[in-house]
Structure formats: C-alpha cells, structure tokens
C-alpha cells in the first residue's frame, strides 16, 4: 500500500488499483467524505490519485458514486418550496421516484433511462407491473362498519386492526392502509384518521412522518410468518386481480421537474458535469378541444331555452319588465 498525502493507492487481488482520498467531513452529516476511483495499472492509478487529490482541495463532493436517492436527499433539504408544494415533491420521490431510481449511480443515469421511465409510467404507475397479469394481494382485510354495532365507527376500525396485530396476522415493522387507501374502501376519513391516532396512543402502531403507520415492535403475540402466509385468504384479504393504471402525462412532466430541478442542483454543486434529464423526451399534454358556444339568437340557444315554451316565457318575462304607461 502506497500513501501519498491524505490519499492512498491500494493493489487489489485482481490486479487492479483502488485509489482512495480523505476529502474532510461533511458539515450537515458529520461523516467523512472519501474520494474513491479504480485503475488498470499503477501509471493510471497515479494520474486517479493526482485528480482526486486536487479534487478534495477545492471542497468538491464525491461525484463518482453518489446515487439519485441521495442527490435527493441532499436536495430537498435546500430546495426553496412552499409547504405543499414540498409535500407533493416528497410524495413523488418517496412512492415513485426513489423505487425506481434511488440506487442507481448520478453518473450512470442518461437521457435514455429516463425515456424508459417515464414510457412505464405512462403504461402503469404502479412499479411492480411489467405488462403481466398479477394478483394485489393485501395483508389487512377490507375494513367496513357495522352499523348495528353500538360502537362507533372509528373504534370499530382499531378494534378491528388491534385484533390483526395481536393475532399475529400483522408483522412488526408492516406498513398499515393509508387514510386514503381505507377511505377508498367506503370508511369516512375522519373515522380512519381517529382510529389510526387511537392505535398510536395505545402505543400499537407508530406513524413516521411522510411515510405511513407501521406496526409497532414486540406488539405481536402469535403466528410465524410461515403459517401467516399459509392462512393467507384472498376472499377474505379483498386481494384483487391488477389493472394498470395509467399515470397522466400531467403528473410524469411533475416528476421531470422534481428530477430537472435536483440535476440542475449537481451540476451546480460540481458532482455531474451535466443534467440528464436535459435530452429526456417529455409526455405531451393533450389538451381538450374548445367547445364553441353559440351565439345569442341562434339555433341552439333556442333549444337551450326550452324551444317554443322557453321563447313564451321569456316574451313574458319582458312583458313584465315593461314600465306601465302614465
């Protein structure tokens, strides 16, 4: 092993050179930030210590394998957004954007991949679909109210989901139906809402900010994964065959912009040396034709006034408004 000033140049097994520069520490996470690059030969690995080295001088970021998923980490922490705004961003990267593309490395993405995803999101929005026919399944029964039952709605539906946990249906760490995903069951929002804040005062689920309600820790009592998975019942789940559903060209072009915006921000900052997204081919929007109104007078304004009928109660109309002579 070689050293070379805060830097090093380390022989692989391969044969291979890794090469490796201490470059500080970031100031938000406190971590250390190390510069890394691999060569063929020692000459290579040289010319790799050399740039890394002046690289770290100038205060510049890793660029070599930093991911999306942290581009946009370190993007909305800075990003200039209104509080709704900021939570539609948020919902975007968490459900669509970072299962996608969160792991792949900044300087691997182009123009291409983009063109890939957006084309699958205009086929279906839903990233476990690849074209073949598939099952929803779901691990909480389809909620719904008794209304013979003197309880009210909202316990109806904790008690309901206290009893999954204890049984062991739920798993520690499982993610519970959102408040919209319940309502688009039937159940009202404000029931939903209540019951699931009950669930986390008596310390059974634990809500994560812009993330869901997930089931909290040592709650369950019984049943291994195995046989939960072997009494799994579809009926009873309100499991459904898939059926794609297309995102609008309106919401992709969204999340261009959110991706847009954090590439614009790398380039900036000196971690890429361009923006992929810049040769992305966008969805287009289609725009309803305008419908042409007619004009007083009219064809169609005499049918929209009820045809001859409507011509007499208008002729009556005026005749009322009429001043009496004096």
């Keep these: 092993m070689t050293n070379v000033g805060k830097g090093h140049i380390e022989r692989l097994p ?3 050179y890794r090469v490796r520069v201490y470059a500080g520490t970031d100031p938000l996470t406190g971590k250390e930030i ?13 010319a790799e210590l050399a740039r890394l080295l002046e690289q ?4 510049q970021q890793p660029e070599s394998h930093a991911t999306v998923g942290y581009l946009l980490d370190q993007y909305m922490a800075v990003a200039d957004l209104d509080v ?3 939570q539609g961003y948020e919902g975007y990267i968490r459900r669509t954007i970072k299962p996608a593309l969160g792991g792949m490395e900044l300087r691997k993405l182009r123009g291409p991949v983009l063109d890939t995803f957006y084309a699958r999101l205009r086929r279906c929005g839903d990233l476990r679909c690849d074209g073949r026919p598939f099952t929803e399944h779901r691990n909480v029964p389809v909620l719904s109210i008794d209304p013979g039952d003197p309880r009210p709605a909202y316990r109806q539906i904790a008690d309901t989901i206290a009893e999954m946990i204890s049984s062991g249906q739920l798993r520690t760490g499982e993610r519970l139906p959102s408040v919209r995903e319940m309502t688009e069951g039937g159940l009202r929002p404000a029931s939903a809402r209540h019951a699931l804040s009950v ?4 310390g059974l689920i634990t809500s994560r900010q812009g993330r869901g309600s997930f089931v909290t820790e040592g709650t369950t009592t019984s049943g291994s994964p195995r046989s939960r998975r072997r009494d799994h019942d579809c009926a009873r789940e309100g499991c ?3 059926r794609c559903k297309p995102m609008s060209a309106g919401t992709v072009r969204q999340i261009h912009a959110i991706l847009s915006g954090a590439f614009v921000t790398a380039v900036r900052w000196e971690w890429i040396t361009r923006n992929p997204a810049a040769s992305a081919k966008l969805p287009k929007n289609r725009r309803r034709p305008a419908v042409a109104l007619s004009q007083p007078g009219s064809e169609g304004h005499c049918r929209c006034t009820g045809g001859s009928s409507g011509t007499r109660d208008l002729s009556m109309a005026r005749g009322r408004n009429r001043r009496a002579p004096r």
């Design 240 to 242: 459904q065959p898939h």
């Design 34 to 46: 190390r510069l890394k690059a691999t060569a063929k030969t020692a000459e290579h690995a040289q």
């Design 199 to 202: 669930l986390t005062e008596e």
């Design 84 to 86: 709704s705004t900021r």
């Design 56 to 59: 770290a001088s100038v205060g």
């Design 14 to 16: 391969s044969g291979s």
